[in-house]
């Protein structure tokens, strides 16, 4: 397995902590993190990173332009949500989508599926 590089973009703190655990668990390493749709906008256009873990909600806004601005560097990303598949942002409907809370082998799962074959 490779170590792949995460960008965390999760508004609760609790849940994020507990994410970065469970990423590191797996053997990544979540290089950067973000609680905020405006942090993770910034953060996702300038950090080196394999994959992006996005929250579909953020503090009541959508994720959806953290997601624009993964998509425009080409790398690959899924959303995290509480509320299932129906919050995903317009433009975005069919990517990945893993309810939270989830389980280590969900993450897993969902992060081997997501990334590139020789990511993982």
């Not at 965390?8 to 590191?24: G, K, S, T, W």
């Not at 906008?41 to 332009?65: F, K, T, W």
């Not at 509320?83 to 989508?97: A, K, Q, W």
């Amino acid at each position: 397995m490779t170590q792949a590089s995460i960008l965390l973009v999760e508004d609760e703190a609790l849940i994020r902590m507990m994410l970065v655990q469970m990423v590191e668990e797996l053997g990544h390493t979540v290089i950067a993190e973000a609680g905020s749709v405006d942090d993770g906008r910034s953060v996702a256009q300038i950090e080196g990173y394999d994959l992006a873990i996005l929250d579909i909600n953020l503090d009541g806004m959508s994720v959806r332009p953290v997601a624009e601005a993964v998509r425009s560097r080409g790398l690959p990303f899924f959303f995290l949500s509480g509320y299932g598949s129906s919050g995903v942002p317009h433009g975005f409907e069919g990517t990945t989508v893993l309810a939270k809370p989830c389980t280590l082998d969900r993450l897993k799962d969902t992060i081997d599926a997501v990334l590139p074959i020789g990511k993982t």
